[in-house]
């Protein structure tokens, strides 16, 4: 007998995990799709960038049953969860952001609204800055990109760097309690997993030798990037803490 995979308690398991670095995780969720209805209505075509198990399309399709959504991302751990979780509303594609030819692997474009949340961070500022661009060429007029990422306001460095320490003391006190599994704490249970095992390595082959850049800069520096890339409108439509989402209007 196949290894069974008990998709919505990995999907538990991983929401509780990001949930210890994003206590407000799903506010910035509430505030993307809020903003997908408000300009393509109760069946928006969606792009979950960098999607990892399907949160934003989990949460998309249950907020528009007549939505679509096409995930896209390089993790074969994350991807099997994602697989395993979402229905055919979903088109899921295997494609990595570092190379400009991903867009190639879509099934289409005329998107509605890009969104991606805490995922981009790793790309560094040449290729981030691209991919916008490349987003760009996939929405329709008048679509949106939605970014939530680590964007502390460079007008607050004292007082960012004050909440970065506070939530860092608040996520180790939840990790020595056993409230969270922490990231490393997370991998060591896909590393033991029977199904999850053969894809974690995988992984390790994609990952091994690529340097995780973990690159923060500014809402500003997005905002300018967006503009660069073409968007007619740009601003931050949510922010918490040394988080926000800047959002472009193609």
Same mark, same amino acid.
């Given at each position: &007998?196949?290894?069974?995979?008990?998709?919505?308690?990995?999907?538990?398991?991983?929401? #509780?995990?990001?949930?210890? %670095?994003?206590?407000?995780?799903?506010?910035? %969720?509430?505030? &993307?799709?809020?903003i997908v209805e408000a300009v393509a209505g109760p069946a928006p075509? /969606?792009?979950?960038?960098?999607?990892?198990? @399907?949160?934003?399309?989990? #949460?998309?399709l249950r907020r528009f049953p007549r939505g679509t959504?096409?995930? /896209?991302? /390089?993790?074969?751990v994350l991807?099997?969860? +994602?697989? +395993?979780?979402?229905?055919?509303?979903?088109?899921?594609?295997?494609?990595?952001?570092?190379?400009?030819?991903?867009?190639?692997?879509?099934?289409?474009? @005329?998107?509605d609204a890009v969104l991606s949340a805490t995922a981009l961070h790793w790309l560094d500022a040449d290729r981030l800055a691209a991919l916008y661009g490349e987003v760009a060429g996939l929405l329709r007029p008048g679509g949106v990109l939605v970014n939530?990422?680590?964007?502390?306001?460079?007008?607050?460095? @004292?007082?960012?760097?004050t909440l970065r320490d506070r939530a860092r003391e608040r996520?180790? +006190?939840r990790y020595a309690a056993g409230a969270a599994l922490s990231w490393p704490a997370w991998w060591?249970? /896909?590393? #033991?997993?029977?199904t999850l095992a053969p894809r974690y390595v995988e992984r390790t082959k994609i990952f091994d030798s690529t340097t995780h850049n973990d690159w923060t800069p500014p809402a500003e520096w997005h905002e300018s990037a967006l503009r660069d890339a073409g968007f007619t409108e740009v601003g931050l439509a949510w922010r918490g803490g040394t988080d926000a989402a800047v959002v472009g209007v193609r």
């Open positions: &007998m196949s290894p069974y995979l008990d998709a919505r308690a990995w999907q538990e398991s991983w929401d #509780r995990q990001q949930e210890a %670095f994003l206590p407000d995780r799903e506010e910035r %969720f509430t505030a &993307m799709l809020d075509r /969606v792009l979950d960038l960098a999607g990892g198990t @399907g949160s934003i399309s989990l #949460r998309a959504t096409t995930l /896209v991302d /390089v993790d074969p991807l099997t969860i +994602a697989r +395993a979780s979402l229905d055919d509303r979903t088109a899921i594609v295997t494609t990595d952001l570092r190379a400009p030819s991903w867009t190639a692997d879509l099934p289409h474009d @005329g998107y939530a990422d680590h964007m502390p306001d460079e007008g607050l460095p @004292g007082l960012s760097k996520r180790n +006190a060591e249970l /896909v590393e #033991r997993d029977e």
